[in-house]
Every structure is written in C-alpha cells, then in structure tokens.
C-alpha cells in the first residue's frame, strides 16, 4: 500500500512538472523569439499559383513553425521589384529574400545557370541528388557569396515542353532567324543554331507573342501555359524542353539579413524551402496531364523535336560548355563536378527508371490500342 502511494505521488508530482514546463517555461522562449518582417519579391505572376505559389508556401510555414513571430509577405513580380531584377534587390538588401530563377542572370555569369538547370541536364530528382550530395550546393553556395547571397532549393517544375511556335519546326533550318522568348543558357545554344533569343518576364509574354514581337517562347508546361494562353495565339506546342529536364527554383536570401536571424528562424526557413522544393513538382505533375488534354482538346498541335534538331542542340550545347568552361574558370569549376555526376545518373537511370517508365508507357499504349479493336 505504502509504494502504491508513493508511486502515486511521484506521478502526481510528474504531471506538476510538465504542466509547469508547459505554463510557464514554452511562453518565456516564446516571448523571447524577436518579431520578424520580410518582404520576398518574386520573379513570377500571382496568376501562376503552383510557381508563384511556391513562395507562399514559405512564407506560411514559416510564420506557422515560429507562432506568427517571423513573418515573410510575398510580392508578385513587378509590385515592388521586375521579375527579372530579383538578385539585384537581394543582393543590394532591397529585400531580404527572393524567389526566383537563377538562370535568369546568366548574362551577369553562366554559372548562375547550374542553380536552376542547363540545356540536356538534369531531370527533378538528379538536380536535388546534385544538390544535396553532389557538391551542388557548396558549390552554389561559394558562387553566390560573390553575390552577397546565400541559395536554398526552393521548387522544381519537373521536365518542361519545348514551348509554343506559330509554324511548324521541321529542320534545323527552320530555326534560323527565329525570335523565341527563352531563359537560361539555352539561349546562347540555340545562338549557334540560328535561333534570336528574347529574355521576357513571364507576365510579358503573351502580348510579345499577340503582337508578333517574338515568333515563339516557352514557359513551364501545361497547366501554366493554359493559363497564360499561349495556345491563343500560337497553334504549335514541342516537346520535350531539353533545356529544362528539371529547373529549380531558389529561394534567394541577402547574406546579411540571413545572419542577423536567430538559429530557430534560418533552420525554420531552410525547411520551408525543402517543403516548397517538393511542393512545387507535386502540384505540377499533378496539374500537367488534365491540363494537356484540355489543350489538344481546343487545337493545339502537339509535335515532338526532331531527331536532327535534338541532335545538333546537343553538339551545340557541348560545344558551348567547352567554350565557357575555357573563358570562365568559376563556371569549369562547378561544369568539372557536375558533369561526371550527371553522366552517372543516366546510366542509373537506364537501369531502373528508364526501363520501368518505358514498360509503364508501352504497356499503356498497348491497352488503348486494345481498347480501339474491341
């Protein structure tokens, strides 16, 4: 009887204990976080929910994770800073942070290119496999100190299209003297093949294709280009966007700002980077195949890069690489280890993904033809 009560006791006394934690130790911490406001710009339209979104997505877990103590408003390419100019406010501390694509800036060094995607790269999953344990992102982190920036992964749309045309792209010929809205070192490939390349900001390209001020442009795929309506006035949609095999999207923050916050609050933003990261190539593979469908639906044309065409962008690409890797030793440094990386990832992939992905696609292919003869 006696050690029944003491244990008794001792639990009562236990529970006193955490209820007390509980009253009285969690709100001091609490009270004692600072009251934080960032402002975010981002390169994208609020139109574009999943790639606009991704920066929304931050921001409320971060003000959920720190009791509404850190707080980050998000404003639409164009509010406060031009899609394009995003790494300038960072840098300059006209913001805090940014969202955006950094690829964006290949014209300030191609090296930017490797934190978001180059042409015949990496699909989503290599890109994060590079990222995370690769040297990608030391790598990325030392060139974007340069830049009085520090990088986080940030969302990914997955492989993109080829984007929209007005004529059909038959031959490499074709290409030359083509204005094409397209970002990135693309670009410059596609220089070499004759092709002009026009650097837009999102919510700018639809009048530039209306108005016949560019005679082709890409975007992401299905489900924002729905949305922007390219389909409206283009009738041509290619494939695949071997320049984008899986683009990421960062989350840029100016170095100082980034320092000045507490422990708690940089490990709450990096995690709500990883959640976007995933969050955004989910929503995307979720939303491209119904949004592909509507848009054969009401005319599009759907039609694959030729042969010859994928061929020559590739010898063009590599020439490239040889070029910049001679003339820019920051972008030889992070091209040496990302291209035995990737070159390791495609033999994997033809191993497993490829194979069961193939399988997956003829064995679907199968069915419908079956489903025609009955």
């Not at 590739?314 to 020439?319: H, T």
């Not at 035995?340 to 033809?350: G, I, M, Q, S, Y």
Request: proline share 4%; charged share 20%; glycine share 10%.
């Amino acid at each position: 009887m006696q050690r029944r009560k003491f244990l008794k006791g001792a639990a009562l006394a236990g529970a006193g204990g955490i209820g007390a934690a509980s009253t009285f130790a969690m709100p001091a911490i609490a009270q004692s976080m600072p009251e934080i406001s960032w402002r975010m710009a981002s390169s994208f339209p609020k139109s574009l929910d999943t790639i606009f979104g991704a920066g929304e997505v931050i921001a409320r877990r971060v003000e959920a994770a720190t009791d509404g103590k850190f707080k980050i408003r998000v404003f639409a390419g164009g509010e406060i800073v031009p899609g394009l100019q995003v790494l300038d406010a960072v840098q300059a501390g006209t913001v805090e942070c940014g969202h955006t694509a950094s690829y964006y800036y290949v014209g300030k060094d191609p090296t930017f290119a490797f934190d978001t995607a180059i042409p015949f790269g990496l699909n989503g999953r290599q890109q994060n496999a590079w990222m995370m344990f690769g040297g990608g992102m030391e790598l990325m982190r030392e060139f974007f100190k340069g830049y009085n920036c520090i990088n986080f992964m940030a969302g990914n749309t997955g492989a993109q299209m080829g984007g929209w045309f007005r004529k059909e792209i038959k031959t490499v010929e074709d290409l030359n003297g083509l204005k094409m809205r397209i970002g990135g070192f693309a670009g410059k490939v596609l220089v070499k093949l004759g092709l002009v390349p026009q650097q837009i900001a999102g919510g700018d390209i639809y009048p530039s294709l209306e108005k016949g001020t560019i005679d082709a442009t890409e975007w992401v795929g299905p489900y924002d280009d729905e949305k922007l309506g390219f389909n409206k006035v283009a009738k041509y949609y290619y494939y695949p966007g071997w320049w984008e095999g899986g683009p990421q999207l960062s989350a840029l923050c100016n170095i100082d700002a980034f320092n000045k916050l507490p422990k708690s609050y940089q490990a709450v933003f990096e995690a709500a980077c990883h959640e976007a990261n995933t969050w955004m190539v989910a929503k995307y593979d979720a939303q491209n195949p119904a949004a592909l469908k509507r848009l054969i639906s009401s005319g599009t044309q759907l039609r694959a890069f030729s042969r010859p065409i994928m061929e020559a962008s590739l010898k063009a690409a590599n020439e490239l690489y040889a070029e910049t890797s001679a003339a820019n030793p920051k972008f030889k440094k992070v091209y040496d280890n990302w291209r035995p990386f990737r070159d390791e990832e495609v033999l994997w992939w033809r191993i497993a993904e490829n194979t069961f992905d193939n399988f997956m696609i003829a064995s679907q292919s199968n069915r419908g033809r079956a489903k025609k003869k009955g």
